[in-house]
């Protein structure tokens, strides 16, 4: 069964702070694999990651993917506390719609 | 601007009663969904919709219908036969299901749904 699994599912932070977040996936077909951030209510998109760009970086926040070992990253630097937030990882296999990750919550204290 | 509206924001039924949430999206998109989030569980799928007068069942479909009689609109309903509403509902539009889609969703804010 295909499956999503981020790590870890809560983590606390200083201001200044730089952290990575996980998310390892198992699927057949595999197309692109989404992070989305979520602040209170509707989930923001920050990047997609295919086999064709498998790097992405805006600001603070960067990505990667790696498509032998099966993971991406979520690395932000620099941590303010606006970056409080739940992250998704979510992947998409072929046509069909995304398949989300439990998220994992991340709190950064001043 | 364009976006995807639902409503009500917050809703509380008693058990035993149906209750319908609202979608409307006004960025011409095909393809429309929607996902239920509880704490800890992430999101996932009721049903989904690629084209009008046709969805499919999500992960999750038992105890909720849906139509898409317009482009614009994907209801929700949540009937008495859902064992366990009480959470937070999402809808999402995407392109659709060309090639040119690359899956990335689009939400709506939210309806928090209670049940008493």
């Known amino acids: 069964e295909d499956k999503v699994v981020q790590s870890p599912l809560s983590l606390v932070v200083h201001e200044g702070d730089t952290v990575t977040l996980n998310c390892s996936y198992e699927?057949?077909?595999?197309?692109?694999l989404l992070w989305y951030k979520q602040e209170k209510k509707a989930p923001t998109f920050l990047f997609m990651l295919t086999s064709s760009g498998i790097e992405k970086k805006s600001g603070r926040l960067s990505s990667i993917l790696d498509k032998k070992e099966l993971f991406s990253i979520l690395n932000i630097t620099a941590t303010q506390t606006g970056d409080s937030a739940v992250y998704l990882c979510?992947?998409?296999?072929?046509?069909?719609?995304?398949?989300f990750g439990k998220g994992t919550r991340l709190s950064v204290i001043a | 601007d364009g976006g995807i509206t639902q409503s009500p924001k917050y809703l509380f039924r008693k058990e035993g009663q149906n209750v319908t949430l609202s979608c409307e999206q006004n960025l011409n998109h095909d393809a429309m969904y929607w996902y239920r989030q509880d704490p800890g569980q992430g999101l996932r799928l009721i049903y989904y919709?690629?084209?009008?007068?046709?969805?499919q069942k999500g992960d999750i479909a038992e105890g909720y219908s849906v139509s898409r009689e317009k482009k614009e609109s994907f209801p929700l309903t949540v009937t008495s036969a859902q064992k366990n509403p009480t959470a937070f509902y999402l809808c999402a539009s995407s392109i659709g299901t060309s090639r040119s889609d690359t899956g990335e969703l689009f939400f709506g804010e939210g309806s928090r749904l209670t049940v008493l």
């Open positions: 979510a992947y998409r296999r072929g046509n069909t719609p995304l398949v």
């Open positions: 699927v057949t077909n595999f197309r692109s």
């Open positions: 919709s690629q084209i009008v007068n046709d969805f």
